[in-house]
């Protein structure tokens, strides 16, 4: 019979097995049927498994823990999981069998009974003895998940409309750094080690998130709160701010990368590098001057120096509301910008650095944005009007009520050319 | 207040003629007493009139609310999405959820309550009704206020839970948070004076016989969201003052660079947020807890349980409040406490649905719409609370809040609990109401596709905030979608599309209303075989409720006068009849009833609020002018009496209905 379906057109086959079948009688027609009657679920369920197996699953995925801190909640939450899921199952048996069983098929009126404590007191019982068995291991994880005792090293996160500045104090832990780094967009620390996060906010209440790595903590103003990070791996772990923080909170993004213990310290010797100016005459030089005239009020770009041979130091306290602009100097050390919500490197780029495998992870990271990777156009068109790409309040008029000073940054009205040179000089920041 | 008088008023011993009371509004005004017409509407203080205004204009709501929910679906139906801005987008998820929380549960709850617990308890009216017509009149004109702000420079953008700092005035520059926080000012006088209103009337003015355990279980739910509201409200109240204190003059109680710290607020508003968790599911557990035993022919299940778990509720709700705040760094200590509490007010809740299911077991069901959205709420609400009990268990809670399955879990406790058990509400009590019978076949309709349409719309949710979607997102994007079974970007489309299956669910119940209003006969008075002494009176009931007031024995009186129990067999039979029962109460009917006339002052009163509310935004002389209507009609409110006198009555014409609306015999 497989084989007659196999093949191809065959009108004449076809009745053929129809006639067989009904030769043979009804057992075997009814048979087959009710085997594909099933086939077909069981079909679509090893298709969905297979599929499901295969294929990335979200990157921000809670149930996939990369380190230590999201794997203790991961074990501790497959427990209240499974069992709300047996409950669930239980309640829905319950009354679907009531549904069914005690429809009304004009059987008598009921008694009147007005319950059974007994049943009432065990099936309060019961619940109350399986919350402490999920309590106990509840509170003890949360005091574990609390310590910061057995950190090695320190990033001060700070959120700010809308993007996370990352600062690293000076220190010895995590392989040691020798002067401080100031950096935004992605969060690079040393993968196996306890990285201690202490967060804080310059406006809003902001939460910092990498589920891969751990649960989120809120960055509140006036507060300083702490969070453990430990990647098991290197890789690139993304993340979001999970606190509604106003008007570009969806663009409010964040990306963990972990660099293995001797990357980590490339990437910190890196960010240190002296600030080598661009060679007379370029575009590239051009653009510095017009970075100097146009974007130094607010950007930093660590030894850049002025006409007058001095170093320029950005004030963005004087024009930003919260006081700071993501520092440029190592812009492309990072592959994205404007909060992480936009990048500097083609997708097909981007798409290899996240599925590059953790041994190769470290070496493809400090590459940097290569020149076959780069991709200038969202900073092109980010340069042209940035409140056009992501929603802020930039607009010189309507700035009554943070005198004067931005949310964001605003439209600088840059020509074609000058936008040409500023991109030629930016993509040298590395 | 509205009591039977068997005897005529005495006389105030010795004071004589010093006792006088203007029977016209500062002495010009007749009092607007006529019984039909658009006056009858508008002055009225019968609470039926008052609940089913309250009904309409909450619908009226959970349509704007609802066509909002749309919009924000349809923003995320693709990634990237352009149908809403930004600012549209947060003022639109703000509004969202302000509408159907302030605008559409409490008051659709609250038209319910109006409506039947005075007849529930046997009784003729509330027991404040003018304050009661004040209530209706401040939420309408609250609901309109804050609504009127997406015309006036913007809605409120900040989430209906508004997080210091982020509604101050250099983070908020719109008028939107004003509107919101004097709006719900408003609106939160018509929660407090209802709570007032109906504790009293609970307390004091039960039909004789009717001990507290004797009453209705909705009547019981009922007053523990009253308590739960009297205590609950004044937290938000403060809170909103000391917002719009901030905003309109300078204050700093959140301003952290003058050294405020930012979590009072949301310990404020969390304080007054979980117990209106509550506020908003417990008057739906009172509506199924009476609509499973009629149509399961059986008593509850464990009545006292019910009750004493609904009272549990609403203490251990005042404990749990900072279960919201696992993420904002109270520490562990806190969060340990606060966990462990979220975990015990699971028992409160499972005994409810163990007794509900126990209710079903052993019936004889009759599957009436009604009872349909009755055992749905029983699945979706369990799906519900069991999301809840994964998020108690905070250090899973950190990776879960804020995102959508926090989402999914408070809609199929809000839709799938407080809603369903509304529309269960509208089934059961359409033919007490209007005598008229919502049809059957629509309702299926609009029970299944309600039922598909919030699964396909929230279900898809638990999936989405697991794999790391947060909420409040404007667009999501395809790189973080990831691929294969749970990709972001299926699922996303999955809960649009079910958005609009649910809508269509929606509509099929004002379709229902309109063709039943049009075409239905006029419907049985005990069309289901009910418990409860709101069927032991005509549908819908006269304005003064029952001609005599019913004296209670049992729970559930109305059934036991209708059946007895064969001690022998034990059988139950039926001895009388709906009609049996009326003709021997008619019998006894009250030759005096007193009710209270209506008023303008309710009304006029609740008109200056907004008026005020206005001034503060725009411009403050507005304000003053609604601070002396305020209190004009405050005086004229003090000086009138509850009934009103004979000469502001029009002569009865032909013996018409004009008068006996005020004494009856």
Request: hydrophobic share 45%; aromatic share 12%.
């Amino acid at each position: 019979m497989s084989h007659s379906f196999a093949t191809k057109p065959v009108q004449s086959n076809m009745t053929t097995v129809k006639k067989v079948q009904n030769q043979s009688g009804d057992s075997m027609t009814s048979n087959s049927t009710r085997r594909r009657r099933w086939a077909m679920p069981v079909a679509a369920v090893a298709a969905f498994t297979a599929l499901s197996s295969c294929a990335k699953d979200a990157p921000q995925d809670t149930w996939q823990p990369a380190g230590e801190n999201a794997r203790k909640i991961n074990d501790l939450q497959i427990w209240p999981f499974g069992i709300a899921g047996i409950v669930l199952l239980i309640v829905t048996a319950v009354v679907g069998y009531s549904v069914f069983k005690f429809r009304d098929r004009g059987q008598a009126i009921p008694k009147q009974s007005h319950g059974k404590p007994a049943l009432e007191i065990a099936l309060t019982i019961l619940p109350a003895l399986i919350l402490i068995g999920i309590g106990i291991p509840t509170v003890s994880t949360l005091f574990e998940l609390a310590k910061t005792s057995d950190t090695e090293c320190v990033v001060n996160v700070t959120g700010q409309q809308w993007w996370w500045e990352y600062d690293y104090p000076a220190q010895a832990g995590c392989g040691g750094i020798e002067k401080p780094i100031v950096t935004s967009g992605q969060l690079v620390i040393p993968a196996g080690q306890r990285v201690l996060l202490r967060i804080a906010s310059r406006d809003v209440i902001h939460s910092y998130w990498i589920p891969k790595l751990n649960g989120k903590r809120d960055a509140v103003p006036g507060r300083v709160q702490t969070l453990r990070m430990q990647a098991d791996q290197p890789g690139i772990y993304s993340g979001q701010c999970t606190e509604f923080c106003g008007l570009s909170h969806a663009y409010m993004r964040m990306e963990a990368v972990a660099l293995d213990t001797a990357g980590f310290k490339t990437w910190v010797t890196n960010q240190l590098k002296p600030y080598t100016a661009p060679t007379a005459g370029t575009k590239s030089s051009e653009g510095e001057a017009l970075f100097i005239t146009n974007c130094t009020r607010c950007h930093q770009v660590n030894g850049i120096l002025g006409s007058d041979g001095k170093e320029v130091i950005a004030r963005p306290d004087k024009y930003v509301y919260a006081g700071v602009a993501p520092n440029l100097t190592a812009l492309m050390t990072r592959t994205t910008f404007a909060g992480a919500a936009f990048d500097l490197q083609t997708a097909a780029c981007k798409t290899k650095l996240w599925d590059t495998p953790s041994d190769q992870f470290t070496a493809a990271y400090l590459e940097g944005v290569t020149p076959q990777c780069l991709d200038t156009v969202q900073l092109r068109e980010w340069l042209r009007n940035p409140t056009a790409k992501k929603p802020m309040y930039a607009d010189p008029t309507k700035l009554a009520t943070t005198g004067g000073k931005y949310r964001g940054m605003p439209n600088l009205g840059l020509t074609e050319d000058q936008i040409d040179k500023l991109v030629a000089y930016l993509t040298e920041r590395k | 207040m509205a009591i039977s008088e068997p005897n005529p008023v005495p006389a105030l011993a010795g004071s004589g003629s010093a006792y006088v009371t203007p029977s016209t509004s500062f002495g010009v005004f007749k009092r607007p007493v006529q019984s039909t017409g658009w006056r009858s509407w508008v002055f009225t203080v019968d609470h039926k009139k008052l609940g089913i205004m309250y009904g309409v204009v909450a619908m009226i709501f959970f349509i704007i609310g609802g066509v909002e929910a749309l919009l924000i679906r349809l923003q995320l139906a693709a990634p990237n999405n352009k149908v809403l801005s930004a600012g549209a987008y947060n003022q639109m998820f703000t509004m969202h959820a302000t509408t159907m929380v302030f605008l559409f549960v409490m008051p659709m709850a609250a038209a319910f309550a109006n409506y039947l617990v005075p007849l529930q308890i046997g009784a003729r009216d509330v027991a404040f009704p003018r304050l009661n017509a004040f209530g209706f009149w401040c939420f309408l004109f609250g609901g309109i206020f804050l609504n009127t702000s997406w015309f006036l420079g913007g809605a409120a953008d900040s989430g209906w839970f508004a997080y210091a700092p982020n509604t101050a005035l250099a983070f908020s520059p719109s008028h939107g948070v004003d509107f919101w926080a004097l709006g719900l000012q408003i609106t939160g006088i018509a929660s407090l004076t209802g709570a007032i209103n109906l504790i009293v009337t609970v307390l004091n003015m039960r039909a004789p016989g009717m001990s507290l355990m004797k009453m209705p279980i909705f009547t019981w739910m009922i007053l523990v969201v009253q308590f739960l509201l009297l205590f609950a409200i004044p937290v938000i109240t403060v809170a909103l003052f000391l917002l719009s204190f901030q905003r309109n003059f300078g204050a700093a109680f959140f301003s952290v660079e003058k050294g405020a710290d930012p979590l009072l607020w949301q310990h404020l508003f969390w304080i007054f947020g979980h117990p209106e968790v509550y506020i908003l599911v417990l008057p739906s557990f009172g509506i199924v807890s009476e609509v499973l035993p009629v149509f399961s022919k059986k008593p509850l299940f464990g009545y006292k349980f019910v009750v004493f778990s609904g009272a549990a509720i609403g203490f251990l709700g005042w404990g749990v409040w900072a279960h919201h705040m696992f993420a904002s760094g109270l520490g562990p200590v806190s969060v340990a406490v606060f966990s462990v509490a979220t975990m015990a007010i699971a028992l409160p809740t499972g005994v409810k649905i163990v007794n509900w299911t126990m209710t079903l077991w052993g019936g004889k069901l009759r599957f009436t719409t009604a009872m349909l959205f009755a055992v749905g709420l029983i699945i979706e609400f369990t799906i519900g609370g069991l999301s809840g009990v994964t998020h108690a268990v905070a250090p899973s809670d950190t990776q879960q809040t804020d995102t959508y399955y926090i989402v999914a879990h408070f809609h199929y406790v809000l839709f799938g609990g407080a809603v369903f058990g509304l529309f269960a509400g509208f089934y059961y009590w359409w033919p007490k109401m209007f005598a008229k019978m919502l049809n059957e076949r629509l309702g299926k309709w609009n029970f299944w596709l309600m039922v598909v349409g919030m699964n396909l719309t929230f279900g898809p949710m638990h999936i989405l905030g697991l794999q790391g979607q947060p909420r409040r997102m404007q667009v999501w994007t395809d790189f973080r979608a990831g691929e294969g079974f749970f990709n972001l970007a299926f699922w996303n489309r999955v809960a649009s599309v079910g958005s609009f299956v649910l809508a269509i669910g929606v509509l099929m119940f004002l379709i229902n209303v309109v063709y039943t209003t049009r075409t239905a006969g006029v419907a049985p008075a005990d069309p289901w075989d009910a418990r409860s002494l709101e069927w032991m009176t005509s549908s819908p009931p006269a304005e003064h409720n029952f001609d005599a007031i019913p004296t209670v024995h049992e729970l559930d009186e109305f059934f036991h006068r209708k059946y007895e129990e064969n001690e022998a067999t034990g059988e139950i039979h039926q001895v009388s009849t709906y009609e049996e029962i009326m003709a021997d109460e008619a019998t006894r009917a009250d030759k005096h009833i007193h009710l209270p006339s209506p008023s303008y002052w309710p009304i006029i009163l609740a008109l200056g609020l907004p008026l005020i509310a206005y001034g503060l935004i725009f411009a403050r002389l507005l304000a003053v002018f609604g601070a002396v209507v305020v209190l004009l009609a405050m005086f004229g409110w003090s000086m009138e009496p509850s009934v009103a006198d004979e000469s502001d009555y029009d002569p009865p014409v032909d013996g018409g209905p004009t008068k006996e609306l005020a004494t009856l015999g």
